[in-house]
């Protein structure tokens, strides 16, 4: 085996390593799963009945009750993506693991993309089961719905939401004590400027503007558009959330990498307590 | 003979003619926030100053030091944890600084805490952590039973979360993951600081057989006086910063008349060990 095979093989090795972990640990706080599955459900609901409140005509009502809908789940999806790429950093502190993590011959680029992939995998579980949960609970009906399209859209915005999420993992090695809610701080200003609950026209102008370098924008409109009416992946949806990934992978990489020097640089890349 | 032993277990190479471990006026400064001079005001704490001393291949060599002496900072510098802001250091001729892709394959690290992930098993910590040095399930499933076996940990225990392993169950996991890459630079920081005597004893014995029977060199934090005595072939002292001596036992206590190490400290700083160390001693001990 040639040593550019062998490091690659060594790549994929370790990068399955975090898609491990996070399996084991998923199975250990299974319970906490359900009951978080359960309180995101309920959140959600809190949402989609406000279509109920205006009376309108039942088609007009499920239409609005779709649109929250896949509002509320992109929105979950995200926070899961969100979530997994920030406690690449605060989890480890907490657990103790840091430093044997990031003394570990894998490259980060390998490290971020396993934490993304279990992410991603993890996040469309969830997604789907609160998709068809809320959705048979209040009663809507999306005969015209076309989930390949959706899923495809949501897989391809997947890229960049990991791209993104690389770029908030480092606030925790930054800022040890307040950098993880700072991700959550970029999760909600994502959403806010993307239409997670109404068209992004309804926003100042300046907001719309932001909106067009948003991934969540696109995955939005697209998967509205998907279920709602049953219209296939539109390369209209498609192109801008490539064009995102490409630039924000290598945005999040470097942004990290300073991070990271910094971290060691200043006695950060370590345990708390 | 050829001058390169055998490739680890990631298939890095290690020259034999080279020393394991050359640190030359290595130097670490942390910069904290200094309330008493002004609301932005910082100030600087040397956490290692031009430390200079060389390991060879296969020896044990101990640093003791007290608490923020700088003992962590050094392995944490030797680790690829932090960046260097003066001197050098190579391991086995790799730059610890610029080659850390190379360095992270030849050295693994027992610390003080056992840092693993509470709710998982040691099966499981070792699993994942194996996949970070390139081990497949198929070469785990047999390497992680038998270096667990290796130090004394119980077979019905394996699948059994952390969090109900005392600190010396746990201690011997952590043993076990250094060893189980395969390292040639173990460097063990205060690996026996907390356990009960009888722990204490089976973790120094384990030490001493990995001497016996792996292709390691050892670099042991402490302050124990006595671990160092019983494990290594020199003792260096670190004192703020500073690495006093680092010299076989024998000769130390030669160099400045004393029967013990304990005496050697006085000797040397004008404090006992067991002395209070000051506020700037709590930062460094905080931030290295």
């Known amino acids: 085996m040639t040593a550019i095979a062998a490091t690659m093989r060594n790549e994929l090795i370790g990068l399955g390593g975090f898609v491990e972990r996070n399996v084991y640990l998923t199975k250990r706080y299974i319970l906490w799963d359900i009951a978080f599955m359960v309180w995101t459900i309920a959140n959600t609901l809190t949402i989609v009945f406000i279509a109920r409140v205006e009376h309108l005509p039942p088609a007009e ?4 009750a779709t649109i929250l809908l896949v509002g509320a789940v992109i929105w979950a999806f995200l926070g899961i993506i969100f979530e997994f790429m920030t406690e690449t950093v605060a989890w480890e502190r907490w657990e103790g693991t840091i430093e044997y993590t990031f003394m570990a011959p894998v490259s980060r680029t390998m490290h971020l993309f396993g934490q993304g992939a279990f992410a991603v995998l993890y996040g469309l579980i969830r997604a789907t089961i609160l998709f068809f949960a809320v959705a048979a ?27 993104v999420g690389m770029m908030t993992s480092v606030l925790p090695l930054i800022s040890p004590e307040k950098g993880a809610q700072l991700g959550f701080v970029a999760q909600g200003l994502m959403l806010v400027v993307s239409g997670v609950y109404y068209p992004v026209s309804v926003m100042p102008h300046w907001m719309q503007v932001v909106a067009k370098i948003s991934p969540a924008t696109y995955v939005l409109r697209g998967d509205r558009a998907s279920i709602v009416s049953g219209t296939g992946l539109a390369w209209a949806d498609a192109w801008p959330l490539i064009v995102i990934a490409v630039a924000s992978m290598p945005l999040g990489l470097t942004i990290f990498h300073v991070g990271e020097r910094h971290a060691k640089k200043h006695g950060k890349l370590k345990r708390s307590g | 003979m050829s001058t390169f032993a055998a490739p680890t277990s990631l298939g890095t190479s290690v020259r034999r003619d080279l020393p394991a471990v050359e640190v030359e006026n290595l130097t670490k400064v942390f910069r904290r926030r200094d309330p008493k001079a002004g609301r932005f005001a910082r100030r600087s704490l040397p956490a290692l100053q031009e430390v200079t001393f060389t390991i060879e291949r296969g020896e044990c060599v101990a640093i003791l030091g007290q608490n923020g002496s700088g003992k962590s900072t050094l392995v944490r510098l030797l680790s690829t944890l932090l960046l260097e802001d003066g001197g050098e250091a190579r391991i086995f001729g790799h730059d610890a600084f610029h080659e850390a892709r190379t360095i992270r394959r030849l050295v693994n690290r027992v610390s003080v805490e056992a840092s693993f992930f509470k709710k998982m098993s040691a099966q499981e910590n070792l699993s994942y952590a194996a996949r970070f040095y390139g081990m497949t399930p198929s070469q785990t499933r047999t390497a992680i039973p038998e270096i667990l076996a290796k130090v004394g940990f119980p077979p019905d225990r394996r699948t059994e979360s952390m969090m109900n392993l005392s600190r010396g169950m746990q201690q011997k996991v952590a043993l076990a993951r250094a060893l189980l890459t395969s390292p040639v630079l173990l460097l063990l920081d205060e690996p026996t600081t907390g356990l009960d005597p009888r722990s204490k004893l089976e973790v120094q014995e384990f030490i001493r057989e990995v001497r016996r029977t792996h292709d390691a060199t050892i670099l042991l934090c402490t302050h124990d006086m006595g671990e160092a005595e019983a494990l290594a072939d020199r003792v260096g002292l670190l004192d703020r910063g500073q690495l006093l001596f680092l010299e076989p036992v024998a000769e130390v206590k030669r160099r400045y008349g004393v029967q013990t190490l304990e005496e050697a400290f006085f000797a040397a700083t004008g404090r006992t060990f067991e002395e209070e160390h000051d506020e700037d001693d709590e930062i460094r001990e905080v931030f290295g």
């Open chain 1, 61 to 64: 009502e499920n239409k609005l």
């Open chain 1, 137 to 163: 609970f209040i009663g809507i009906h999306t005969p015209h719905a076309n989930y390949g399209a959706a899923f495809a859209l949501l897989a391809i915005a997947s890229i960049s939401f990991i791209g």
